[in-house]
DNA sequence: GTTCATTGTTGACCATAGTCACATTTGGCC
DNA sequence: GGCCAAATGTGACTATGGTCAACAATGAAC
């Protein structure tokens, strides 16, 4: 072919199938043994590369994990235009999108602690592109709550949203670091999507009396 | 003596004037150039001591942030107090407590990013003592918020203080990455203490109509 | 099928955070 | 002063994240 072949070339296939490859092995030995405990070196053994091969797709070790959230991302973005299309009071279908958002993290918190520190880090780079497209979402679903009357329209749309986002965040890091078994903490914490509505919720009602 | 020499033995002196000189030269050092470019093995040649020393002190590099925001947090903690003696509403206490604390940062934000960042680390285990006296501060207020009539009672005391905390980090630290000069963001960013009052005031007002 | 520029791979190499067994200092006790 | 246990200091050493110059595979053009 004479085209650029559209993403399906040989290289382009193994390309993909090597990155693929170093990620998968990366993530199961994350879960394995844990992040930190994990070298670069078992990494790229299990995927049966060299070791520059890895740097050659990830620049820092910690960049699995922002490939990983990016994935998650693209899952929940369906989830979020559904919601967006869904009938119903916008603060339930908010809360609800929040929430089974939150959800993923609960598959595995251990490994998710350093995915969101890792994406706290990059959450607040405008050139971001992951963030800046989830800050979108929100944004959309908040005017659409303003236009129904149900939001306050004086509310600057990017304020809402970064409260919220802050808000979200905020609780789910506080959960994967306080449950039971974290170091430093034997009680059991709290019950992630409860507190999350709770703590939603009381932004949209004001704290002011 | 026979007194362990209440925290004035010759040993205790010698013991403080050494975590100080590592402490000085390290965020000496940091401000001059950053704190990743910094190398453990510069603080302890500065500090003159040798590289074990360091350890001795502070358990990891980042530690020597952690001993610094302590030192901040001392500095506002007669702040805090001050605010919860004072005359006014609660909500204008609140939020000049707020933008008050976060006038450190406007003085080397380029460090200060790091600052948070190990803050937010450390900011959700319920061991870290920093935070639980800091979240205790907050509690007054809030609690004399309910009080006054001007908060309301319904809301938990915790659950506010959580959601007013993650607000407040997360405006931090987004002023803190979005910064002009800071990489990936051109544009000014924006006044740290307005947005600061300004979203604290939407989550006292809610954003629902 | 030969050539060649481009893209991808490799592993020796480097820098540095963090450890540890040993040396030194301290101060109480006789 | 001389002794000792505990606290503190030391720097050679290790482990590991990350770099890079050389090398190999690819595929387009002829």
């Known amino acids: 072919m004479s085209t650029p072949a559209a993403e399906v070339s040989r290289r382009a296939r193994k390309k993909d199938?090597?990155?693929?490859?170093?990620?998968?092995?990366?993530?199961?030995?994350f879960r394995e043994?844990?992040?930190e405990a994990t070298t670069v070196d078992e990494i790229t053994e299990r995927a049966d590369v060299a070791k520059g091969t890895f740097f050659n797709y990830f620049p820092r070790k910690e960049s699995v994990l922002g490939y990983l959230s990016e994935l998650q991302l693209a899952e929940v973005e369906a989830l979020a235009e559904e919601m967006l299309a869904a009938q119903g009071p916008v603060r339930r279908k908010l809360i609800e999108l929040l929430q089974r958002t939150a959800r993923v993290y609960e598959e595995d918190p251990e490994l998710s602690r350093?995915?969101?520190?890792?994406s706290m880090k990059r959450a607040h780079t405008p050139?971001?592109?992951?963030?800046?497209?989830?800050h979108r979402l929100l944004?959309?679903?908040?005017?659409?709550?303003?236009?129904?009357?149900?939001f306050r329209r004086e509310a600057p749309v990017d304020r809402a949203v970064s409260v919220l986002g802050s808000v979200y965040m905020g609780t789910v890091f506080m959960w994967l670091c306080c449950r039971k078994g974290t170091s430093g903490c034997e009680e059991a914490g709290f019950p992630l999507r409860e507190e999350l509505a709770a703590r939603i919720s009381l932004v949209l009602d004001g704290l002011a009396a």
């Open 17 to 29: 199938e090597t990155r693929t490859r170093i990620f998968r092995a990366a993530v199961a030995l």
């Open 33 to 35: 043994k844990g992040f």
């Open 114 to 118: 350093f995915v969101v520190q890792e």
């Open 127 to 134: 050139s971001d592109d992951l963030h800046v497209h989830w």
């Open 139 to 150: 944004a959309q679903l908040i005017r659409q709550g303003q236009e129904a009357g149900e």
